[in-house]
């Protein structure tokens, strides 16, 4: 019997994709969930798996191709049964896992939704120097080079390569946010020395009960949700002749991957405690990064968070993600000597910059905003509590 294979839903507004690659040939045998294509639109990249066992009987499009949702690009001939891979139990383990995404029959890989630069779920620790490290407690080390690395040659040449569906879409959203929106940027600084004495202090015991790590982007989250409280408008957004106002925060989280920058979004974050908010980042970053994210895990978000820090950069300006009106710029931590009850101290800084619409938002709202997100940050026993 014959199998179609069918383009899967491409998401919110997404009507057609290219096929940019076939990882199987006429005649192959194909187990299930075996990857059997790519498609690439606008916003992500999607594996195409198989739904049943048997051989790839015919490819009816090719590489480059536009296919829309639901439209056959082959056909399997389950007649011949390929034999399933035993599964294999995995090793027991002295410390929780952290968890992988649930296999489906497809799977996708999400490409930018918001264009700011050199952004990651990650972290920044200061060490017993005077310079800084920036620790990546989701996985990946700062180091890896997320594009291709051409090496430099002393004879002269130029390549020119075309422009991929996704590079396209992130021009246009990027030139957009910039025509559309009134941007502009205030900025501040906080003194993190006590999140960090609460780190420090309650970190193993964190990890041991709630099997993830204490990291600062729980700290942040929980500042912006109790600002966000005080100056709704931050979390609203133009549309038309309309404000929409939100009475709910979910937080898009600026998460760099090979293919480029993916903001997946935390739902319902005002509602979450540090370690909920843990656990849901850390399972958004290993889905981000081992290719897990679905469509739904992109849409929406009211508001977001970017941490160019772990690239090393002291200040930006972070650019909105459209239609939000709002996002948070964290940077590098470095010791820099202030002066505490007028005497001269060294403690751990980091400069934050907010980015906002000031169609909707005024200077002094959002200057009121920053400085509650700093001073939440710098008292951080309010974060756990019910404020």
């Avoid at 489906?104 to 930018?112: D, G, I, K, Y």
């Avoid at 952004?119 to 060490?127: G, H, K, N, Y």
């Avoid at 929409?244 to 991957?257: C, E, L, Q, R």
């Avoid at 081992?290 to 970017?306: R, V």
Wanted: aromatic share 4%.
């Amino acid at each position: 019997m014959d199998i179609e294979i069918k383009v899967p839903s491409l998401g919110e507004s997404e009507t057609e994709a290219t096929l940019i690659t076939w990882l199987k040939k006429e005649g192959d045998a194909v187990a299930v969930d075996d990857v059997l294509a790519e498609i690439e639109s606008d916003k992500i990249t999607m594996e195409i798996t198989a739904l049943d066992a048997g051989v790839l009987k015919s490819v009816l499009k090719k590489v480059d191709d536009i296919v829309e949702p639901g439209e056959v690009i082959g056909v399997i001939d389950d007649s011949e049964k390929v034999e399933q891979p035993e599964a294999v139990k995995p090793a027991a383990a002295a410390v929780q896992p952290v968890p992988e995404p649930e296999e489906a029959a497809t799977v996708v890989r999400a490409e930018p939704e918001s264009e700011e630069p050199a952004a990651e779920i990650v972290t920044s620790s200061v060490q017993a120097h005077d310079t800084v490290v920036d620790e990546d407690e989701y996985g990946k080390t700062p180091d890896e080079p997320s594009q291709p690395v051409h090496a430099v040659s002393s004879k002269r040449h130029e390549e020119r390569v075309p422009m991929t569906r996704l590079r396209k879409r992130i021009a246009e959203r990027l030139k957009s946010a910039q025509n559309t929106a009134a941007m502009l940027t205030t900025f501040n600084e906080v003194n993190l020395q006590g999140v960090m004495d609460l780190r420090t202090r309650y970190g193993a015991q964190f990890q041991q009960k709630n099997g993830v790590k204490l990291g600062f982007m729980s700290f942040f989250v929980r500042a912006v949700c109790q600002a966000i409280s005080q100056y709704p408008a931050l979390n609203a957004y133009i549309e038309a002749e309309d404000i929409v106002y939100h009475n709910y925060v979910d937080i898009g989280i600026a998460v760099s991957t090979e293919k480029g920058l993916v903001v997946p979004v935390l739902r319902d974050a005002h509602l979450m405690g540090l370690s909920q908010i843990e656990k849901g980042i850390s399972e958004l970053a290993v889905k981000a990064r081992d290719g897990g994210l679905s469509p739904d895990d992109l849409k929406g978000g009211t508001f977001s968070i970017t941490n160019g820090g772990i690239y090393g950069s002291m200040l930006s300006t972070p650019i909105l993600n459209p239609p939000q009106s709002g996002i948070l710029g964290m940077h590098n931590i470095q010791k820099r000597p202030i002066v505490e009850n007028d005497n001269i101290v060294i403690r751990p800084m980091m400069y934050l910059a907010l980015s906002y619409d000031h169609r909707l938002i005024d200077g002094a709202d959002a200057v009121r905003f920053l400085v509650t997100v700093k001073e939440s940050l710098e008292y951080p026993g309010g974060l756990t509590l019910d404020l």
